[in-house]
């Protein structure tokens, strides 16, 4: 798929829409994980730095895409989201489990959409769930533009230090993977150390 679309960009490079077509990756990218943007983001980032975009303007386009997006998710989870997580969700799963994950997201909803850009495979869905928890839409827009912001900067930069590289591309994304898996398992352990002394404590 990458490919193809590469093949058609080689034949009719990006011009002035390169900015147009970053943002538009980056929001479908978010509404419909599957497809592979964040590859597709770097590697157009290059082609747009060398047509003389800037890294700051390839950034916002990605933000704006990505905002937008998460925007429609968090509202769909709010909405139809919430009557399908008491509906079926709740006969399918104990209700226990069902109120445990609103209690977190309810708890630390903040946090975890603010990082929810940099946990691979489920980054729109703590959107989505974010909806679904109640959360107010003011409390969620400033963790959602941080995420968009701190991820879209990193592929920016990433497209202008390996241009239209695929290969290089690729490459990247799956160390980059890796460490965010390796942070995220050390600073669970940490989180999880420090609720067993406030435990111990309390006791």
């Not at 077509?21 to 929001?27: E, Q």
Request: charge should be positive; proline fraction near 5%; charged fraction near 15%.
């Amino acid at each position: 798929m990458i490919e193809g679309i590469l093949d058609c960009l080689a034949n009719n490079p990006p011009g002035s829409w390169a900015g147009l077509l970053l943002g538009m990756i980056a929001f479908v990218e978010t509404l419909f994980p599957p497809v592979p943007g964040d590859i597709l983001f770097i590697v157009i980032s290059g082609w747009a730095v060398s047509g003389g975009l800037s890294i700051v303007l390839i950034t916002l386009y990605g933000v704006i895409g990505c905002f937008m997006a998460s925007c429609i998710l968090f509202y769909v989870g709010h909405k139809p989201g919430r009557q399908f997580i008491e509906g079926w969700l709740s006969r399918k799963v104990e209700p226990e489990k069902v109120d445990r994950a609103k209690s977190l997201i309810a708890d630390h909803g903040p946090i975890i959409i603010a990082v929810s850009r940099f946990i691979p495979g489920v980054r729109s869905l703590l959107v989505f769930m974010a909806g679904t928890s109640g959360m107010r839409f003011a409390l969620a827009v400033f963790p959602i533009a941080f995420s968009a912001i701190a991820w879209y900067l990193i592929l920016s930069i990433a497209g202008s230090v390996f241009g239209n590289n695929i290969q290089a591309a690729e490459g990247f994304m799956k160390h980059f993977e890796i460490w965010i898996w390796i942070i995220l398992a050390i600073t669970s352990l940490i989180f999880l150390f420090a609720r067993i002394r406030t435990r111990k404590g309390r006791g």
